[in-house]
């Protein structure tokens, strides 16, 4: 039995997240412009809005008592943002041009020095850095802190922000897209209310921007609504990280490819592991893999365990302490994935969310940034007289913004990188090579990208060298789940969406993904064909690895998941 | 040095932590006095001297019939100021927790509560105790008499020292704010028992059980113990048993001196809400489980044979 | 589930305004609590959130204000500037004002000096009712009501697991290790909820939208009429000596069960006279 989880869809259907507003006109929020996400997109949007409209008040009268409000799940900006992450300045110095310079922004420190490592199980092999990967002139920042640092911006210049709010349902009129409807809380377990149940509430605005980040949630449901997705499916990796307490400092940033995943074409094992320094006394640490991998034993988590014992790497370790871990997924489609237009009447997509990701540089952040002020330029142009952000066309703006940005010129230069190295490490390398000496020229055309839930699965037995948590150096997934700070509440309704009957390999595959333990095969099912899959969904993390490999992730209750506080 | 124990009293007897906290003051040395305070409760003076009071101040007025706290306040603040009484030491009650604050207030005198132990110091009184889940110890002390303190539940044990004390009857006048709260109706326990926070003993199952009618076997456990059933995030979620018995991150935190898992891996979530406990005692089949880590007395068995045993053994003592 | 529903099922709310405070403190995250090595006293610096036991002293405070139609609830708290977070975070769920004594001067207060501060800044409103949740979280503010309490020359009543407000009475559940006492006091009266009471609401989006325009206070220990001396370090009788590991558990046992674990499991208990 061929064992390819898209052949289980999740029991889901974007339709049930679209409607029209269905509170009484008296009881709908009204906003000016509506912000989905408290990350880099969407609070750099809100910034360059709200310099906008400082200069500009007739504008800003246009929107009303609240004209920029900002809704995040998260229980307070940065709860969910999670990266490396080594940022590049440009779109921060652009967003504060005139107001801001750089020893204002929320960096940790400068990038010193920076080395490459082609790794095996007991050596490291220094390997000269990629152009593509060099970093001089960049910095290291923890996303969480900076998004924290974003959202205090915001509000200074007037934007409102609302945590603990999940944008649940797309409220779309008129075939024009006029905010979003919140998801309810209080609810138990089956859906029923509780003694504190709280009704979700229509939030309608002039113009949306939906800058959810990676696997965002009305981002999928507007690209089919609007059928915008893209010809080449989105793809993405699993990045799991962890943040230590280390006694000697680190004077440099490293990647690695190699061990511990596994060279063959067969396996589609396309990663590498970053190491960054954060100050004195901290590093982070994590692997980030394609979920297009095959070999249902494959857990992200515990082959970063497995590489914690490499000798080079648990020097950097030893005598020190983990104090904070997280998962997330990236969206590594590249310029062929994004999606057939950036906007639709009433709505642009931003950052992550949109998949404005570039994979071999491993930078998301800036463009996010850049992606945010372009759509608050485009928001704010659709607001002058004679025009609305909803009547079709206008946003088209936006897209020829992004266009005619360094975001479309770096992403057009790496589009093929991630897509060639389905052939394996080593045709992928040659042909990476490739397109890096031309710039991007060749390989002539866009690769096209194959859904990472569509390889067929097989089983090796790589889960017998994952470690045995030692709760030092190596810890196992609730432990590490406790470390991401998520304490959500348990009797929740579950918020992930997957066909809980399927053939053995699947339920597998899904037991090893997934680096917070949501998803067991049930007990005394484990030697037969066909399993049910037990779900334990206030362990989520909300990573969005399910989504990818046959699942669907939804916004659980705003305020659930993860409390990062400097990942 | 002259140290005062507040001596708590429930149906005609002092309470054990009481005693025990009056043990330890005599073990601390200078004057060691106690105080019952209640209405016709002459009797339990006695009781006190055996276990290490020199002096007993009997405070017996009707207002302080029912178990309330402020009358108490007035009686004590009035004891020590007379007495210059410089050290007054409690048990960790509801009510002493009450008497003991708004104590601190009246007196303006420091209270530093939860300890694990008292020494004396450089002539002085030093507390110890436990914070941030018991992960770090602190060791407090107060800039000057009279020094309150209250002792975390079960940290010294009665000790009868055999001698007896002076008892002297104290009389008291009580401030009008503090008479205005009245016992409508004096305790009676619920059907339900102990609540899990307040048992000294604690047996809790975990998913080791294996189908929810096998907590019938923690609950026997439970009763032979005299203690209460808690039950694990994972079993509460598949509808086991009860959300109030749930122990844990997201459910209740206890620090029962006796604490028996069965079935209990002891992963992190659960391991927050009880690694307070006095001492732990894990049953499990899997040696690897990480509840043998923090465990005092683990035992890699099966339950459904461990737990039956164990349970015919304690009814037979 | 409307607001009739939620004060149906409590039944025994007075139908008169009254005007109620709730004493609310903001305290470190859990997931990220330290103790600062210098001060050795918890470090406040990071990440906060509304103690969740306040949360139910709150609620019960709205659900009172619902039933009596009018009156006014205020949140109180003490503490540094960031603790405006949880005051606003009670605004949204339906508090109508929020003072926050905020002063360098009042950091390190233990109970004498948290207390007295706190007083007089309750001295101020002449509540009918004050409220406190029955814990706090971290474990500092664990007796405060009843040393406010005396402060104030009011009956305090703790440990409420249900509260009814009626003909100028407070009557309380009041939980203890025996069972449960029913306690009466006139108002004005302090009383401390247990979190059992009751399951505080959600802010509305409504609700969080209009906290930001109620009116919020922020003074300094004079601003209050207290004396600076009685505030902060100066203020306070207790110290905090030294830092220490806990003590190690000792040496740990651990068997295969080979039919005798049982009978071994008692010889331990009794060797630790457990039983």
Known sequence: ?567 | MTTLVFLEHHEGQLLKGSLGVLSKAAQLGGDVAGAILGSGVGGLAEQAGRYGAQTVYVVDDPALAAPLPQPRVDALAALVRDKGIENILFAQSVLAADVSAGLAARLDAGLNWDLVDVSVQDGELVGKRPALADSVYVDVGWTQAPRLAIVRTGTFEPIESGGSATVEQVGAGFEDFSTAATMVEQAHAEAEGVSIEEADVIVAGGRGLGSPDKFALIEQLAEALGGAVAATRAVVDAGWYPYATQVGQTGKTISPKLYIGCGISGAIQHKVGMQGSGTIVAINKDANAPIFEFSDFGVVGDLHEIVPKLTELLKNR | MTLLARTARQGGYSSEPMKIAVCIKHVPDTGSRRIDPQSKRLDRSGEGALNSFDAHALEEALRIRESGGDGEVVVVSMGPEKAIDSLRKALAMGADRAVLVSDEGAAGSDLVATSYLLAKALEREQADLVLFGQQASDADGAVLWAAVADRLRRPVISQVAELTVAGGNARGKRQTEFGYDVIEAPLPAVVAVSDAINEPRYPSLKGIMGAKKKPQDVVTVSELGAEVDRAGESGSRTTVLALSDPPPRGDSIKIEDDGSAADKIVAFLVEKKLI
């Open chain 1, 1 to 567: 039995m061929a064992a390819r989880p898209s052949d289980y869809p999740a029991p889901f259907d974007w339709r049930d997240y679209v409607s029209v507003p269905t509170d009484p006109e008296d009881e709908r929020i009204e906003v000016g412009v509506l912000i989905v996400g408290a990350g880099p997109a969407g609070l750099a949007c809100a910034i360059r809005l709200g310099q906008l409209l400082e200069e500009s008040p007739e504008t800003a009268e246009k929107l009303g008592e609240v004209p920029v409000a900002v809704v995040e799940k998260g229980k307070q900006p940065g709860s969910h943002l999670l990266s490396g992450a080594v940022v590049n300045p440009r779109a921060l110095r652009k967003l504060f041009k005139g107001r801001k310079v750089t020893e204002d922004f929320p960096f940790l420190q400068e990038v010193h020095g920076e080395s490459v490592y082609f790794m095996t199980s007991k050596q490291a092999f220094r390997i000269p850095a990629p152009p593509t990967m060099r970093n001089h002139g960049n910095y290291i920042a923890s996303v969480s802190q900076l998004g924290r640092w974003l959202a205090d911006e915001a509000e200074e210049l007037g934007t409102m922000i609302l945590p603990e709010t999940s944008a649940l349902k797309l409220l779309v009129q008129d075939g024009r897209v006029v905010g979003v409807r919140t998801g309810d809380k209080g609810l138990g377990r089956e859906g029923e209310p509780l003694g504190n149940y709280e009704p979700g509430a229509d939030l309608v605005a002039k113009g949306t921007v939906l800058a959810e980040g990676t696997q965002g949630h009305l981002t999928g449901v507007a690209l089919q609504r609007f059928g915008l997705e893209s010809d080449s499916p989105q793809v993405w990796a699993l990045g799991v990280k962890e943040i230590w307490k280390v006694a000697k400092p680190l004077d440099r940033i490293i990647h690695t490819m190699g061990w511990p995943l596994r060279f063959g074409a067969k396996y589609r094992e396309f990663g590498g592991s970053f190491i960054y320094p954060m100050g004195e006394d901290m590093i982070t640490i994590g692997l980030v893999v394609g979920l297009d991998y095959r070999d249902s034993e494959l857990s992200v988590h515990d082959l970063l365990q497995e590489f914690k014992l490499h000798p080079k790497i648990r020097k950097l370790l030893e005598g020190g302490e983990r104090v904070a871990w997280g998962a997330k997924t990236i969206p590594e489609g590249g310029l062929g994935s994004l999606p057939k237009k950036l906007h639709a009447p009433g709505v642009v997509f931003c950052g992550d969310g949109a998949g404005i990701v570039n994979v071999p540089a491993l930078k998301g952040i800036h463009y996010a940034i850049e992606s945010g002020r372009l759509a608050a330029e485009a928001v704010f142009d659709s607001l002058q007289p004679g025009k609305t952000p909803a009547t079709p066309g206008v946003l088209a703006s936006y897209d020829d913004a992004v266009r005619e940005s360094f975001i479309w010129k770096d992403l057009h230069e790496v589009r093929n990188m991630r897509q060639v190295f389905g052939k394996g490490f080593f045709m992928g390398g040659a042909l990476a090579s490739m397109a890096t000496a031309t710039k991007g020229r060749m390989p002539r055309g866009t690769i096209a990208t194959e859904p990472d839930a569509e390889h067929e699965l097989f089983r090796t037995d790589r889960a017998k060298s994952y470690p045995a948590p030692d709760g030092k150096l190596t810890f196992d997934k609730l432990s590490s789940v406790f470390a991401s700070g998520n304490r959500t509440r348990d009797d929740q309704p579950s918020h992930i969406r997957i066909e809980t009957d399927v053939p053995i390999r699947i339920a597998q595959m899904w037991v090893n993904m997934c680096p917070a333990e949501v998803y067991e095969i049930v007990a005394g099912d484990e030697d037969k064909e066909t399993v049910s899959v037990q779900v334990t969904p206030s362990n989520c993390v909300q990573c969005g690895a399910i989504t990818a490999k046959g699942g669907r992730l939804t916004p659980p209750e705003g305020g659930s998941g993860p409390e990062y506080t400097n990942t």
